[in-house]
């Protein structure tokens, strides 16, 4: 069972475009990162939210914290083709008495010039 | 600083062999972590220790030895290689608790035949 679904799992969209990513669960997290991994590399962290109904901007990038912390979505405006990659969420969750982080299984973002 | 360091960077291995990924961090992290990242899978936890001497089972460990001697070094060995271990392999760190930020090596892709 997948505890963090994301969706989509691809995009393509054409510069300038906005787009929205979503990951889901029925579980309640403590908090929720999001993460972006370029081809070649490992991925690198882009924030965290660790407050229900948290909202956080990284420049053309809006983070939601649902309400409940059971979801998060990711907000990008006009979209450049330097925004091509893989966008993964991450939630912190107690299981079996010790803190574990989960992956969603991410959405490939292409951006088209 | 260096970051997160793994070697070597693209290996390719015969069923049945055994082989050392090695990873390392200079950022005196006590969290270390492995995982591997499978087409449509997402990252699954294989290992991972919370400091010099304290290693526990992630999602899918089997096949996969570990051992933290040092803060720095985390290395996750492969017993007797299968082609089902085919995959990309990431080692990450954190400062602190599970839920704190993951810093990330490159990689290191393997090949089972």
């Known amino acids: 069972t997948q505890l963090l679904e994301q969706s989509p799992q691809f995009l393509s969209i054409q510069e300038g475009e906005n787009l929205t990513v979503y990951c889901n669960s029925s579980?309640?997290?403590?908090?929720l990162q999001w993460y972006r991994q370029e081809p070649g590399e490992g991925p690198v962290l882009l924030v965290t939210?660790?407050?229900?109904?948290e909202v956080k901007k990284l420049k053309r990038l809006t983070f939601q914290f649902g309400d409940a912390r059971k979801d998060s979505s990711l907000h990008i405006t006009a979209a450049q083709p330097g925004d091509t990659g893989l966008y993964l969420c991450?939630?912190?969750?107690?299981?079996?008495?010790?803190?574990?982080?989960?992956f969603g299984k991410g959405t490939k973002l292409t951006v088209n010039p | 600083n260096a970051g997160v360091t793994q070697t070597p960077k693209f290996q390719v291995l015969k069923t049945g062999q055994s082989m050392t990924l090695q990873c390392a961090q200079d950022?005196?992290?006590?969290?270390m972590s492995w995982y591997r990242q499978d087409p449509g899978m997402g990252l699954r936890l294989i290992h991972y220790?919370?400091?010099?001497?304290?290693?526990d089972q992630g999602e899918v460990p089997n096949g996969y030895n570990v051992s933290r001697s040092t803060t720095e070094d985390f290395p996750l060995r492969l017993l007797s290689a299968a082609p089902s271990q085919t995959s990309v392999y990431f080692c990450?760190?954190?400062?602190?608790?599970?839920?704190?930020?993951?810093?990330f090596g490159p990689g290191t892709r393997l090949t089972v035949l």
């Open positions: 990450a760190s954190s400062y602190g608790r599970t839920y704190n930020e993951q810093f």
């Open positions: 579980s309640v997290f403590s908090s």
């Open positions: 939210v660790v407050t229900g109904g």
């Open positions: 991450a939630g912190a969750l107690w299981e079996g008495g010790s803190e574990k982080l989960v």
């Open positions: 950022m005196n992290h006590e969290y």
């Open positions: 220790s919370v400091g010099a001497g304290i290693t």
